[in-house]
């Protein structure tokens, strides 16, 4: 259902219409919460991107997607963190840290707020080095 609304959003207003971001983000978010979420991420940061473009960096709508964009990022990290040998935890902090660098930036909250985490699992568990 919410990918026939993307499409049609996309056919009637375009690609880069705030709706067609909307509906992107929504079914983003329905992958996400089926497990999906490489291809979650993935249209995530495409609509981060257009969102931005669109409407600037203090829109309400980039919050939004933001939120949501954080959200999967930190979930992929847990189930790869669980899944992860105890000597490449360090790697896949490295792998999440760029991807919150390169989406958003160094000075971004979400990506202070991931440091802080990794700060705050590392304080309690010793586990990254």
Excluded at 2 to 14: D, H, T
Excluded at 97 to 102: A, E, I, R
Aim: aromatic share 6%.
């Amino acid at each position: 259902m919410l990918l026939e609304v993307l499409k049609k959003r996309k056919q009637i207003l375009g690609e880069e219409h705030p709706d067609t971001i909307s509906a992107m983000n929504n079914l983003a978010n329905t992958l996400g919460d089926q497990g999906k979420l490489d291809e979650s991420i993935a249209m995530l940061k495409n609509a981060y991107r257009k969102i931005t473009v669109l409407l600037g960096n203090y829109h309400p709508h980039l919050k939004v997607v933001c939120a949501n964009l954080t959200r999967r990022l930190l979930r992929r990290f847990a189930e790869l963190f669980s899944q992860t040998p105890q000597d490449g935890e360090e790697e896949l902090y490295q792998y999440t840290l760029s991807d919150f660098k390169q989406i958003f930036s160094s000075q971004h909250t979400s990506t202070i707020l991931f440091t802080k985490l990794i700060a705050d699992i590392n304080a309690k568990t010793g586990l990254i080095k």
